[in-house]
């Protein structure tokens, strides 16, 4: 009971962001690291990267399984305690055994952070499941946003913590959509306008450039002809 009151009073302002479900407990990640300092001894070469590796990989596995799919978000927080509890358990397994190697440990290591998101995965998708039913039973116990690192009275839950989408979000993505096939619409139809425009343009000068070409051709007859009457009558003056 001891972890369970800590994390219930774990003051929410100095949580920020967007978490995971073991991000949430600032006295867990302290001992998941003091933990792991216990397990590699002092002597391996690159034991500080190693330790921050390793202490990172565990804390935001919570975050990795919990932002894969939105219904995994909520979960009781006497599971969590469960969850923090066996993961302890399981470090102290491996204090217990005779030290391998690097090779070895990071093996080990490995294997208990893939059975702890199963088990996560599990009780979050359970949980889930239970909360959002529509003939929702009473959950015992506070309730974590594991997002957030909020502690909620909540029994039931429903739109976004259950993957739902938010109505108001809905329709404002349909309204956009809308705007932008308004805009789709008149960017084509002035498109439309302008190739018809164009090409009305193009024909409307061929057409002018056509008749001054016709009418410079017929002035030009009209010259020659004037001029080879002038030369007739100058030829006849001659004679």
Known sequence: MGDLWLFLLLPLSAFHGVKGCFECDPKFIEDVGSLLANLIPSEVPGRTQLLEWQ????????????????????LAVQQVVKLRTWLKNEFYKLGNETWKGVFIFQGKLLEVRQNLE????????????????EDCIVVEGPI???????RMTNRC??????????????????IALFLILLATVVILGSAVLLFHFC??????????RRSLKEYVEDKLEELMGKIDEEEEKDFRLRK
């Open 118 to 133: 199963s088990k996560l995965k599990e009780l979050l998708k359970n949980f889930s499941e239970v909360a959002c039913s």
């Open 144 to 150: 974590l946003d594991c997002w957030m690192c909020l």
């Open 55 to 74: 202490i990172k990989e565990m804390i935001s596995l919570s975050f990795k399984v919990s932002h894969s799919d939105k219904r995994l978000r909520v």
């Open 199 to 208: 090409i009305f343009h193009r024909r409307k000068m061929k057409a002018i």
């Open 157 to 174: 839950f429903k739109g976004e913590y259950c993957g739902d989408e938010d109505p108001r979000k809905a329709e404002n993505r349909e």
